[in-house]
């Protein structure tokens, strides 16, 4: 139980334009979606919280214009980088917490996906 | 404020002898503490937790780890390294508030396994 799933898990796109990263829970409901970033070789960089429902709120120096969240549903999340440039190049990863069960206390994370803009 | 330490950026083992993995935290509230392993361009995955029950919290593939509240330290052991368990590991501290509170991740330690 508790699994997470993200796609795509790779994408590949040219600068100037959009790119959409759906994260799903799969066997639960998540109250609380989390997305960061990983630089490589680096630690996990929150960017932004998103509760079902409401305005995500984005972490300090995280452009939310730049970097769409919607969290419509208990069970997806998703992130939209609006006009991409490659510095926003980087691994990117959604994780799901829930409000009971297993997944009440713990954050479940999906494998990531990996953008490469040109 | 909350903070994770983890003291060793790289370690190295041979495969079938202890693995050590150092972790410190600090935190204004009684903490959650949790392992997470990431293996190469994977998400990570959860090792193990610590919630305020047991010190002694045993997790997957054979990894446990101990909450040592006077020394503010989660040390992440396994008895035998084996060659699947090379990835890189974070430790994790968020305060245990009941509510969906942010995690801190410590820097990672990169395990390596030699035969």
């Known amino acids: 139980g508790a699994v997470v799933s993200q796609h795509p898990s790779r994408v590949i796109c040219k600068s100037g334009t959009s790119v959409k990263i759906e994260c799903r829970s799969l066997d639960f409901q998540a109250t609380t979606m989390f997305w960061y970033r990983q630089f490589p070789k680096q630690s996990l960089m929150l960017m932004a919280t998103s509760n079902e429902g409401s305005k995500a709120t984005y972490e300090q120096g995280v452009e939310k214009d730049k970097f769409l969240i919607n969290h419509a549903s208990l069970t997806l999340s998703t992130l939209t980088v609006t006009s991409a440039h490659p510095e926003d190049s980087s691994f990117y990863i959604c994780?799901?917490?829930?409000?009971?069960?297993?997944?009440?206390?713990?954050?479940?994370f999906g494998p990531g996906t990996r953008l490469t803009v040109l | 404020a909350q903070s994770v330490t983890q003291l060793d950026s790289h370690v190295s083992v041979s495969e079938g002898t202890p693995v050590l993995l150092r972790c410190n935290y600090s935190?204004?509230?009684?903490?959650?503490l949790f392992w997470y392993v990431q293996h190469p361009n994977k998400g990570l995955q959860l090792l193990l937790k610590y919630t305020s029950a047991a010190t002694l919290v045993k997790g997957i593939n054979g990894f446990e780890a101990e909450f040592k509240k006077s020394e503010t330290s989660f040390h992440l052991t396994k008895p035998s390294a084996h060659m699947s368990d090379a990835a890189e590991y974070f430790c994790v501290v968020t305060p245990n508030t009941g509510t969906a509170s942010k995690l801190t991740f410590g820097t990672g330690t990169r395990l390596q396994v030699t035969l």
């Open positions: 935190s204004s509230y009684s903490p959650s």
């Open positions: 994780s799901a917490r829930g409000g009971g069960g297993r997944a009440r206390d713990t954050q479940y």
